[in-house]
């Protein structure tokens, strides 16, 4: 989870550079904005297994799939101790690809984005 806000010059804080196609594309479609990380939340699990865990923010579970190179899955996204989050998505994602899944607006001129890749063991 990133939040970004609307800057003259794009801006990435530090630990975000392996996000960067996914921030270009934000970049294109919503305009300059300063990105930064607000949570992070890494599971595994096999094919066809709901699986689940939590961070200090989120907690998230899925059950996925796995046909060829595209993952199915069902990915289900909750605050946790007091955030106020809750998203549920059905997508097909290309493995090693970063997917925006959903934003939210917790405040004025504040976007939160819900960024995930998918890959294998």
Do not use: C
Request: avoid cysteine; glycine fraction near 8%; hydrophobic fraction near 35%.
């Amino acid at each position: 989870m990133i939040t970004g806000k609307p800057s003259k010059q794009a801006k990435v804080t530090p630990g975000l550079q392996p996000l960067q196609p996914a921030l270009d594309t934000l970049t294109k479609q919503y305009g300059e904005q300063e990105f930064a990380l607000v949570d992070r939340v890494s599971i595994s699990g096999r094919s066809r297994e709901k699986v689940q865990n939590a961070s200090s923010k989120l907690q998230v579970s899925h059950f996925a799939s796995l046909q060829g190179d595209i993952v199915d899955a069902d990915i289900d996204l909750d605050g946790w101790k007091g955030a106020d989050i809750k998203l549920r998505a059905r997508l097909n994602a290309q493995l090693g690809k970063f997917v925006v899944v959903g934003d939210s607006q917790p405040e004025a001129g504040v976007t939160q984005y819900y960024i995930l890749r998918a890959t294998t063991l």
